[in-house]
């Protein structure tokens, strides 16, 4: 069954009613500029994989289990080192989620991968080592604190979920609310590439893009199918690299009934992190939507 891209209609009725808030709360969930979904091209994500999409509407009948305050800290789990200048920064990636979704996130000390009880193979292919992500997972639903919302492993080593694969790029139980992710192919050097002199910036963008994504699946959300967005599913790196950062309104409205930031503080401080970072098109991206918020344009 060839996927067929959501109309204008769709997409609209797919963010749902913005009534209870305020007008300018109400703008911020205009499509303005957002881009719809394209047509997938053979090997893209929905090419290969029937998606049926999630309203805004749909989310809520789902009644998602939600940060409160008892639950509301997201933990970044390090398995294993982190090299400097081969790896993304920890501290940047807690920030930039901190920002995302408005909630406190915290970095455990990293985890001795020798000191615990997980598989590790060579990689028939890539001859790189591997880890196995089950008994990651384990690991991780015996260390879930009382307060966490959800406890993210992060590693630069790759990981695979069964002897039948030959890799994965992350692995999650929702109901457990733990996920392990390997940021170990966005680094050019996996593939034997001379790193680019951007290569720390597309490090952190890719390792941003990828965390983001996974913890939205945390908290309900599925893989978007209405316009170019953030949680839209990816089959390969390129694709990966040619989803945006940002939510579109969809998504960005189950995110704020979720948490109930303030949307356009949450704007202004992504918009920062853009700027310092040199994520250009993103600060400028988000720069419109400001402008738009606030009736400039």
């Known amino acids: 069954m060839k996927f067929k891209p959501p109309n204008k209609s ?3 009725n797919a963010i749902g009613s913005t009534e209870e808030l305020s ?4 703008r911020a969930f205009d ?5 719809p979904i394209p047509k997938p091209s053979s090997g893209d994500w929905l090419a290969e994989h029937q998606e049926t999409g999630q309203t805004f509407d749909q989310f809520k009948q789902q009644k998602w289990k939600q940060p409160d305050n008892s639950c509301n800290t997201i933990y970044l789990q390090p398995l294993g080192k982190f090299p400097e200048n081969k790896s993304p920064s920890l501290k940047l990636l807690r920030k930039y989620v901190e920002n995302y979704f408005t909630l406190r996130v915290n970095i455990n000390n990293p985890l001795n991968l ?3 009880n997980i598989t590790i193979r060579i990689n028939p292919y890539s001859r790189n080592i591997q880890i196995l992500t089950s008994d990651v997972l384990n690991i991780l639903r015996n260390q879930l604190p009382d307060d966490a919302f959800c406890l993210m492993g992060i ?6 979920p069964d002897p039948s694969w030959n890799f994965v790029f992350g ?4 109901n457990d609310r733990v996920g392990v992710y390997s940021f170990a192919r966005y680094h050019p050097a996996f593939y034997w590439e001379k790193p680019d002199k951007n290569v720390e910036q597309i490090l952190l963008k890719r390792s941003c893009k990828v965390l983001v994504h996974e913890i939205g699946h945390m908290i309900g959300l599925s893989h978007c199918i209405y316009f170019h967005c953030v949680m839209n599913g990816s089959n390969h790196l390129q694709e990966s690299d040619s989803r945006p950062l940002h939510l579109c309104p969809v998504c960005l409205h189950k995110l704020h009934y979720s948490i109930g930031f303030d949307i356009i503080e949450r704007y202004k401080k992504l918009h920062n992190f853009y700027q310092q970072h040199g994520f250009t098109d993103e600060a400028e991206k988000i720069k419109n939507y400001l402008d738009y918020i ?4």
Do not use: G, V, W
């Not at 007008?23 to 109400?26: A, V």
């Not at 499509?31 to 881009?35: A, M, N, R, S, V």
């Not at 692995?171 to 929702?174: D, E, F, Y």
């Open 10 to 12: 769709e997409r609209f």
């Open 23 to 26: 007008e300018n709360e109400q």
């Open 31 to 35: 499509p303005l500029d957002c881009e």
């Open 114 to 116: 020798k000191n615990h």
């Open 155 to 160: 590693s630069m080593e790759d990981i695979y």
């Open 171 to 174: 692995q999650a139980s929702l």
């Open 294 to 297: 606030f009736n400039k344009k």
